[in-house]
């Protein structure tokens, strides 16, 4: 059974940092490619930074040079690094798991910035 869980949300000031998480189990998690997307309450869900099997990493507009993505595959783990975060940022976030035709999704983690 594959499962991708999320973790590491919660509430955070403005300006400060939060890392999270997306352990995967059930697939050979180093032939996936890693997604990271957040959805903010009434908005679509936006893409917000990835990394290929070959550690190729690409942001959002609205992350870059704020948030870093990383991958451990010895732990099938990835990360999200954010920094300076602040009230836009507020979204529940989501990690998507891809290797060609395969797809899966995590539940998600509500991450919140106070103003």
């Known amino acids: 059974q594959v499962q991708l869980v999320e973790s590491g949300g919660g509430l955070v000031q403005a300006g400060g940092s939060l890392r999270l998480s997306c352990a995967a189990s059930?697939?050979?998690?180093?032939?996936?490619?890693i997604y990271w997307y957040r959805q903010a309450l009434g908005k679509q869900r936006e893409l917000v930074a990835s990394i290929t099997d070959s550690y190729s990493v690409n942001y959002s507009d609205s992350v870059k040079g704020r948030f870093a993505i990383s991958r451990e595959n010895a732990k099938n783990t990835a990360y999200l690094q954010m920094n300076s975060l602040n009230a836009e940022d507020t979204a529940v976030y989501y990690c998507n798991a891809t290797e060609l035709v395969r797809n899966y999704w995590g539940q998600g983690t509500q991450v919140t910035v106070s103003s």
């Open positions: 059930g697939i050979h998690f180093s032939l996936y490619s």
